[in-house]
């Protein structure tokens, strides 16, 4: 079906209490006549959140928590559907003639029968083979809606039950920025009276959304009505209407039961069978195969024959709590089923807060366009009213669906080869539509009515169609006090609030805030000034070679209309051991557009690692070194001047060029300070490769000397998509590998051999790709090579480096790294071929335990290869746990040379960044 609202609520593990407005479909209103009354069950209690439905206008609304329902219509004569989860539909034939007609409803218990027919003769049970059929002809009903246009009214609630005070105080509430305060100083400031148990908050929006096929929406805000934080005002309701159970992953946090991979996840119960007119209802238990907060568990209800949802009653438990979700569906044309009303009640328990949460929603469909090109399969038609071609116009794809669907019980191979061959045949009829195109356009329009936010209570009173609960009455009660109190106090206090001491105060808080922490200050007409900040770990720092080493960065920006800029970024460092200033002075000037330029400069005068590889993380480095004396990052002074420009000669094809000097200067250990004084010494500034202990003329590797390079640099991707933002062309990935090449022509001179340049060339050459193997899963993989074309002139420090990191504990992410081997000891001059391999998935071992299994927790097998002169054959293959409370992961490595072991360890990896 059509992408309708549902799943992006699992946001919630992204947003926090800032979910709790979520927001989905409505119903409009129109006419002074009323239809109003009480939902009930057979022993009188209310039935919470019921559907009433007119057939005739395709117009809706739901019953509230006390089973009230009200509706205002045009003058006629009506069918009137009445209908919940759990109850068997009540149909009631009205004329509406007089202003209000009072309809209460008693909704009779549904009752499910497992007829005899429904006993599979090879033991498996039902539900099998019915959601074969309904996993395989999913991405028909994705597909079947060309366009549509409804109304849409939708309303939430939360209501917090227990909130620690220290978090109450710092989530404060502040109604808008019209809602102002008076401070101690005279001086009007937004409202933020304190979070506390008890309070409640409601919302209310009504919109007219607009979907044309395949993703194109417009959202037009009529009204929107709130008393929650101000926090909550920028959350859209376009998440929540692009998303539907019939893709496979819900919010990119969820797996659909739907999903092609459903089975691997689910188990289903066949419960029995119920008959509504001539609609034959089956209804599903979704049982998760394991506990995860990424599976769902609860019923669903099939349409037989037809093979689409009737109705979802689902749940899901992950660490914001649980989250029930229900949706009904109705047929809004001729067998186009398509959700009416959505409820979510989310039982909130996240970091000491406690909270109900719920929304519901009615939807009013004023156009439905099915997808006249997707042909409806034999099988769907049979018995009912729909598209379908005679045999004479029938594909050879829809001929080949209907042979499977004709089948009385489909394989799991069926259900694969039929969800395919209905994606494909859904694709061909999107052939005219601008497939072909690589932009990747941003096709939600969002338009916000003036006075959106300024309807009155008459208004709401004749448009709100879900009558309002005692608890959402108190919630706009206590909002519209806030709003007249603050009003009065704004107005006797306007001639009183004064520039004082107290605006000096705060003022110069602010400075001295920007100056420590950082701040970016900016005018209109694209010039702004970044500074860093004086307060900031990794502006400092301690090596054996500078000593302490402390600095500060700036960025001087300036943008023009023309998607030009000019940018320079100074950074000054001071070595407290080497008592020197070190400096960094990087510059650009940036062309936009669809064929991006950038002209750059780089100079300065500062110590770097020796290996460019990858290398020790600075703070690790300072750590290991102060406390443990293992200095293991090897530094160098250089002394550099480089030109650059980079170009995009077409669409996934970028060309940079290069040219650049360099002073190398070895330096030694100026400094024995530790905080923590071991027995050991500290090592010399040089790095331990074998070359360096076995070649005939060391002193042509780590020896001061002046060098000049050359470097060109292709990177093609093919079929690159895009996006443009203000006329600026961004890179959004392929689906095809990333191809680059570089060739270096370098020249070194040693001073104290020989006055001439010793030319060389390094070719090197990779391919790297990203994919999606499933729900949660990818492959991400690299394979390089390179060589020098005569290396009898190469010094170490144009050496091919790696990414080696062997400490036991290291910060951040560190893609394509060997986890094994010393620092600088993979480097070489040699003909060299490199590959990296990461598989990652949510479930393969540990995961499957019970104390991991509801975690957020992926497992990776990590494979590396490095083939070289000193590194025959090294294989690495690792195990880890990734998103470990979503900052790190943890794994153990083996090492082989020529696939006999050498070595293991582990690894905790901290992603701080």
């Given at each position: 079906?059509?992408?309708?609202?549902?799943g992006?609520?699992?946001?919630l593990?992204?947003?926090?209490?800032?979910?709790?407005i979520?927001?989905?479909?409505?119903?409009q209103?129109?006419?002074?006549?009323?239809?109003?009354?009480?939902?009930?069950?057979?022993?009188?209690?209310?039935?919470?959140?019921?559907?009433?439905?007119?057939?005739?206008?395709?117009?809706?609304?739901?019953?509230?928590?006390?089973?009230?329902?009200?509706?205002?219509?045009?003058?006629?004569?009506?069918?009137?559907?009445?209908q919940s989860?759990?109850?068997?539909p009540?149909?009631?034939?009205?004329?509406?003639?007089?202003?209000?007609?009072?309809?209460?409803?008693?909704?009779?218990?549904q009752?499910?029968?497992?007829p005899?027919?429904?006993?599979?003769?090879?033991?498996?049970?039902?539900?099998?083979?019915?959601?074969?059929?309904?996993?395989?002809?999913?991405?028909?009903?994705?597909?079947?809606?060309?366009?549509?246009?409804?109304e849409?009214?939708?309303?939430?609630?939360?209501?917090?039950k227990?909130i620690?005070?220290?978090?109450?105080?710092?989530?404060?509430?502040?109604?808008?920025?019209?809602?102002?305060?008076?401070?101690?100083?005279?001086?009007?400031e937004?409202?933020?009276r304190?979070?506390?148990?008890?309070?409640?908050f409601?919302?209310?929006s009504?919109?007219?959304?607009?979907?044309?096929?395949?993703?194109?929406?417009?959202?037009?805000?009529?009204?929107?009505?709130?008393?929650?934080?101000?926090?909550?005002?920028?959350?859209?309701?376009?998440?929540?209407?692009?998303?539907?159970?019939?893709?496979?992953?819900?919010?990119?946090?969820a797996?659909?039961?739907?999903?092609?991979?459903a089975?691997?996840?689910?188990?289903?119960?066949?419960?029995?069978?119920?008959f509504?007119?001539?609609?034959?209802?089956?209804?599903?238990?979704?049982?998760p195969?394991?506990?995860?907060?990424?599976?769902?568990?609860?019923?669903?209800?099939?349409?037989?024959?037809?093979?689409?949802?009737?109705?979802?009653?689902?749940?899901?438990e992950?660490?914001?709590?649980?989250?029930?979700?229900?949706?009904?569906y109705?047929?809004?044309?001729?067998?186009i089923?398509m959700p009416?009303?959505?409820?979510?009640?989310?039982?909130?328990?996240?970091?000491?807060?406690?909270?109900?949460?719920?929304?519901?929603?009615?939807?009013?469909?004023?156009?439905?366009?099915?997808?006249?090109k997707?042909?409806?399969?034999?099988?769907?038609?049979?018995?009912?009213?729909?598209?379908?071609?005679?045999?004479?116009?029938?594909?050879?794809?829809?001929?080949?669906?209907n042979?499977?669907?004709?089948?009385?019980?489909?394989?799991n191979?069926?259900?694969?080869?039929?969800?395919k061959l209905?994606?494909?045949e859904?694709?061909?009829?999107r052939?005219d539509?601008?497939?072909?195109?690589?932009?990747?356009?941003?096709?939600?329009t969002?338009?916000?009515?003036?006075?959106?936010?300024?309807?009155?209570?008459?208004?709401?009173?004749?448009?709100?169609?879900?009558?309002?609960?005692?608890i959402?009455?108190?919630?706009?009660?206590?909002?519209?006090?806030?709003?007249?109190?603050?009003?009065?106090?704004?107005?006797?206090?306007s001639?009183?609030v004064?520039?004082?001491?107290?605006?000096?105060?705060?003022?110069?808080?602010?400075?001295?805030?920007?100056?420590?922490?950082?701040?970016?200050?900016?005018?209109?007409?694209?010039?702004?000034?970044?500074?860093?900040?004086?307060?900031?770990?990794?502006?400092?720092?301690?090596?054996?070679?500078?000593?302490?080493?402390?600095?500060?960065?700036?960025?001087?920006?300036?943008?023009?209309?023309?998607?030009?800029?000019?940018?320079?970024?100074?950074?000054?460092?001071?070595?407290?051991?080497?008592?020197?200033?070190?400096?960094?002075?990087?510059?650009?000037?940036?062309?936009g557009?669809?064929?991006?330029?950038q002209?750059?400069?780089?100079?300065g005068?500062?110590?770097?690692?020796?290996?460019?590889?990858g290398?020790?993380?600075p703070?690790?480095?300072?750590?290991?070194?102060?406390?443990?004396?293992?200095?293991?990052?090897k530094?160098y002074?250089?002394?550099?001047?480089?030109?650059?420009y980079?170009?995009e000669?077409?669409?996934g094809?970028?060309?940079?060029?290069?040219?650049?000097?360099?002073?190398?200067?070895?330096?030694e250990?100026?400094t024995?300070?530790?905080?923590?004084?071991?027995?050991?010494?500290?090592?010399s500034?040089l790095?331990?490769?074998?070359?360096?202990?076995t070649?005939?003329?060391?002193?042509?590797?780590?020896?001061?000397?002046k060098?000049?390079?050359?470097?060109?640099?292709?990177?093609?991707?093919?079929?690159?998509?895009?996006?443009?933002?203000?006329?600026?062309?961004?890179?959004?990935?392929?689906?095809?590998?990333?191809?680059?090449?570089?060739?270096k022509?370098?020249?070194n001179m040693?001073?104290?051999?020989?006055?001439?340049?010793?030319?060389f060339?390094?070719?090197?050459?990779?391919v790297?790709?990203?994919?999606?193997?499933?729900?949660?899963?990818?492959?991400?993989?690299?394979?390089?090579?390179?060589?020098?074309?005569?290396?009898?002139?190469?010094?170490y420090?144009?050496?091919f480096?790696?990414?080696?990191?062997?400490?036991?504990?290291?910060?951040?992410?560190?893609?394509?790294?060997f986890?094994?081997?010393?620092f600088?000891?993979?480097?070489?001059?040699?003909?060299?071929?490199?590959a990296?391999?990461k598989?990652?998935?949510?479930?393969?071992?540990?995961?499957?335990?019970?104390?991991?299994?509801?975690?957020?927790?992926?497992?990776?097998?990590?494979?590396?290869?490095?083939?070289s002169?000193f590194?025959?054959?090294?294989?690495?293959?690792?195990?880890?746990?990734?998103e470990?409370?979503?900052?790190?992961?943890?794994?153990?490595?083996?090492?082989?040379?020529?696939?006999?072991?050498?070595?293991?360890g582990?690894?905790?990896?901290?992603k701080?960044?």
């Open positions: 079906m059509t992408k309708i609202n549902m992006s609520y699992l946001n593990m992204k947003l926090g209490i800032r979910l709790l979520l927001i989905t479909f409505t119903g209103l129109a006419d002074a006549q009323v239809l109003k009354g009480k939902i009930t069950d057979n022993s009188g209690q209310p039935v919470q959140y019921a559907t009433v439905y007119i057939q005739e206008l395709k117009q809706g609304t739901t019953s509230n928590t006390r089973g009230d329902y009200e509706l205002r219509l045009p003058g006629g004569k009506y069918m009137v559907i009445y989860l759990g109850y068997e009540v149909f009631v034939n009205i004329d509406l003639s007089d202003t209000v007609l009072i309809r209460n409803i008693s909704l009779p218990e009752i499910y029968e497992i005899e027919v429904r006993i599979s003769p090879s033991g498996e049970d039902p539900a099998m083979s019915i959601m074969r059929k309904v996993i395989g002809l999913a991405p028909y009903y994705l597909n079947y809606i060309n366009y549509y246009k409804a849409v009214y939708i309303k939430g609630n939360l209501l917090i227990r620690p005070k220290l978090i109450g105080k710092s989530m404060r509430m502040r109604q808008s920025d019209e809602d102002v305060t008076i401070s101690a100083g005279g001086k009007p937004k409202d933020s304190i979070m506390k148990e008890g309070d409640s409601f919302m209310e009504f919109n007219e959304v607009e979907f044309t096929a395949p993703d194109k929406y417009v959202q037009k805000v009529i009204s929107y009505n709130s008393t929650f934080p101000e926090q909550g005002d920028d959350i859209s309701p376009m998440d929540y209407i692009q998303a539907s159970f019939y893709q496979p992953v819900l919010a990119d946090m797996i659909s039961p739907l999903s092609p991979q089975f691997s996840s689910y188990n289903f119960k066949y419960i029995g069978t119920t509504q007119g001539k609609y034959t209802i089956n209804k599903i238990e979704v049982i195969k394991y506990k995860s907060q990424q599976l769902f568990a609860g019923t669903i209800f099939i349409i037989e024959d037809l093979w689409c949802l009737y109705s979802v009653d689902l749940t899901n992950n660490l914001v709590g649980k989250i029930r979700v229900r949706e009904l109705i047929p809004v044309q001729e067998e089923w009416v009303s959505h409820q979510f009640d989310i039982d909130l328990q996240i970091i000491g807060i406690r909270a109900d949460v719920g929304y519901v929603s009615s939807v009013r469909y004023l156009d439905v366009k099915p997808n006249d997707l042909q409806k399969p034999r099988d769907l038609a049979t018995g009912f009213a729909g598209r379908y071609l005679p045999d004479t116009a029938v594909t050879k794809t829809n001929r080949e669906i042979r499977i669907l004709q089948k009385e019980e489909l394989t191979r069926d259900m694969i080869k039929l969800g209905m994606e494909k859904s694709k061909n009829t052939s539509s601008g497939a072909k195109s690589l932009e990747i356009k941003d096709n939600t969002q338009i916000v009515e003036k006075d959106a936010r300024k309807r009155d209570s008459t208004y709401w009173a004749d448009i709100r169609p879900i009558p309002l609960s005692e959402e009455l108190r919630s706009i009660e206590i909002s519209d006090s806030i709003k007249n109190n603050i009003s009065g106090i704004v107005e006797s206090t001639d009183t004064s520039n004082g001491t107290g605006k000096k105060s705060s003022r110069f808080s602010k400075t001295l805030n920007n100056l420590l922490m950082g701040h970016t200050w900016s005018d209109t007409t694209g010039f702004s000034f970044t500074n860093g900040g004086l307060i900031d770990l990794e502006k400092l720092s301690f090596n054996t070679v500078d000593g302490f080493v402390y600095g500060i960065d700036f960025r001087i920006n300036k943008r023009f209309k023309n998607n030009k800029s000019v940018a320079f970024y100074p950074d000054i460092r001071y070595a407290f051991s080497r008592e020197k200033v070190m400096w960094r002075l990087n510059g650009n000037y940036s062309t557009g669809m064929k991006p330029k002209f750059s400069v780089r100079t005068m500062t110590s770097r690692d020796i290996g460019t590889g290398g020790i993380n703070f690790i480095n300072s750590i290991s070194t102060l406390f443990m004396e293992r200095n293991y990052m530094l002074e250089s002394r550099y001047l480089t030109f650059a980079k170009t000669i077409k669409n094809l970028t060309l940079e060029l290069s040219a650049g000097f360099e002073n190398r200067k070895v330096m250990n100026n024995s300070f530790s905080i923590i004084n071991t027995s050991r010494e500290y090592s500034n790095p331990v490769n074998e070359y360096l202990t070649g005939s003329n060391i002193i042509n590797f780590v020896v001061d000397q060098h000049i390079e050359f470097v060109t640099n292709v990177t093609f991707t093919p079929y690159q998509k895009y996006r443009i933002y203000g006329g600026n062309k961004v890179p959004q990935g392929s689906e095809w590998p990333t191809f680059i090449f570089t060739w022509h370098g020249a040693v001073p104290t051999i020989s006055g001439n340049y010793r030319h060339d390094m070719f090197s050459f990779e790297s790709k990203k994919h999606e193997t499933g729900a949660f899963s990818e492959l991400k993989w690299r394979a390089g090579t390179g060589g020098f074309a005569d290396n009898r002139n190469i010094s420090f144009d050496f480096h790696f990414n080696p990191q062997p400490l036991q504990l290291l910060i951040n992410n560190y893609d394509d790294a986890m094994l081997p010393a600088y000891s993979l480097s070489t001059p040699e003909f060299y071929g490199e990296h391999l598989y990652t998935t949510p479930y393969l071992l540990l995961k499957f335990l019970p104390g991991l299994s509801r975690t957020l927790i992926r497992e990776n097998i990590i494979i590396s290869y490095l083939g002169r590194h025959k054959n090294y294989t690495e293959i690792g195990y880890s746990l990734s470990i409370f979503f900052l790190g992961e943890a794994g153990i490595f083996v090492g082989f040379d020529d696939l006999k072991y050498r070595s293991f582990l690894r905790i990896i901290l701080l960044n």
